[in-house]
């Protein structure tokens, strides 16, 4: 465990297993720099998900390169790095991502029951969850990261599944994506609404709404 208000420094190397952050003040980065620590947990036994910022606040992490094992799974949601709010709809609060390369995330939608499915890089979700209504946060830091090889298609009939690069859904206030490189999102022809980097606005009653696309 991490206490509040510390730095782990992650010596080089390669890591099969998914990282959970629930505490606090906590600062997550390479020893040595991008590309020299390797986060690659395997899909299945970690839930499809490699880092998970879990409702806390004033988290960095930097300089991690972050991707998924083989196989990856169809018919389920997978991400490299993802933000969601705490219990009570709260956070995460003044989160940092920069200097990471976060590459190789891929699903695919072969159901037509399944739901919608999602591929994604960098990812604040603030979507009503844990039976709570639509969250808010504050300060969402995204710089220096390279996001790529990111796929997502659908040969069931759901046609909302997609692959996102970078993403912010909700009420975030104070977004900040610069200086990121984000190259093939969604290169598969058959990959459903492909999106480098999005940003959506949330309804009081949860429903998204586009409040900004770039590719």
């Not at 036994?45 to 998970?52: E, I, Q, Y």
């Not at 598969?188 to 998204?208: A, F, H």
């Amino acid at each position: 465990d991490i206490p509040s208000d510390g730095v782990l420094l992650v010596r080089d190397g390669t890591y099969n297993e998914a990282v959970t952050v629930d505490t606090s003040g906590v600062k997550i980065a390479s020893k040595n720099g991008t590309g020299a620590t390797e986060l690659v947990p395997n899909p299945v036994a970690d839930n499809n998900k490699a880092l998970l910022i879990d409702g806390v606040d004033d988290v960095t992490v930097d300089g991690l390169r972050v991707s998924l094992g083989a196989p990856q799974p169809d018919n389920s949601e997978k991400y490299a790095i993802r933000g969601r709010p705490d219990g009570s709809g709260d956070g995460p609060n003044n989160l940092t991502v920069r200097n990471c390369l976060v590459e190789n995330i891929t699903s695919e939608d072969v159901s037509s029951n399944s739901g919608a499915v999602r591929a994604a890089g960098i990812v604040i979700d603030l979507e009503p969850t844990r039976g709570l209504g639509p969250a808010t946060m504050t300060n969402f830091v995204v710089e220096n990261n390279e996001i790529r090889d990111i796929t997502c298609t659908s040969t069931g009939s759901n046609g909302d599944s997609r692959a996102k690069g970078i993403g912010a859904n909700g009420d975030v206030d104070g977004a900040s994506v610069v200086r990121n490189v984000v190259k093939n999102i969604g290169q598969d022809p058959e990959t459903d609404k492909p999106r480098g980097i999005t940003l959506t606005e949330q309804s009081s009653t949860g429903t998204n709404k586009g409040a900004g696309t770039t590719n």
